[in-house]
C-alpha cells in the first residue's frame, strides 16, 4: 500500500489543486517501512491524479477538494480520505490504526471566490 498526503511543512495541505508536493508513505503489514516527499513540478489539479497514480499511490489524505478531483481519483482507483488536517505523519498512523477523522463528503466548489483559491486560510476542509 502507499499512501499520498498533500504536504507542507509537516502538515496537511488544504487545498488538494494547489499542492506542491505529497508526502508518500510506503506501508507493509499495517506499518510505514519508509516515505519520501515528492514535488508535483506544478501539476494542478487535473494532472495530479495521474502524478499520484504513476507514483503507484493507491490512498489519499487531503485538506479540500473539488468534485472533478475526486472523480479523477475515483478513475484512478485512489481511495480519498478528505477534510483532514493538522500533522502528516500522524494522519496517516491514525489511518493505519483505524481511527483517522475525515469527512467523505468534502468538498471545496469556490476555487478563486474570496480566498484567492488559498482554502487553507479558513479550512476548506470542514465544508459540508
Do not use: W
Not at 517501512?33 to 497514480?53: E, K, P, R
Amino acid at each position: 500500500m502507499k499512501i499520498g498526503v498533500t504536504y507542507e511543512n509537516g502538515q496537511i495541505f488544504q487545498h488538494f489543486g494547489h499542492t506542491e508536493q505529497f508526502k508518500v508513505y510506503d506501508v507493509q503489514d499495517g506499518r510505514v517501512v519508509s516515505s519520501t516527499v515528492i514535488d508535483t513540478n506544478g501539476s494542478g489539479h487535473g494532472a495530479l491524479a495521474g502524478f499520484l497514480q504513476a507514483h503507484q499511490v493507491d490512498t489519499l489524505i487531503c485538506g479540500g477538494i473539488g468534485a472533478g478531483a475526486q472523480n479523477a481519483l475515483a478513475s484512478a482507483g485512489i481511495r480519498l480520505y478528505g477534510g483532514v488536517s493538522g500533522d502528516a505523519d500522524a494522519a496517516v498512523e491514525a489511518l493505519l490504526k483505524g481511527n483517522l477523522e475525515y469527512n467523505p463528503n468534502v468538498q471545496c466548489n469556490h476555487h478563486g471566490e474570496h480566498h484567492g483559491g488559498n482554502c487553507g486560510n479558513h479550512g476548506c476542509g470542514e465544508h459540508r
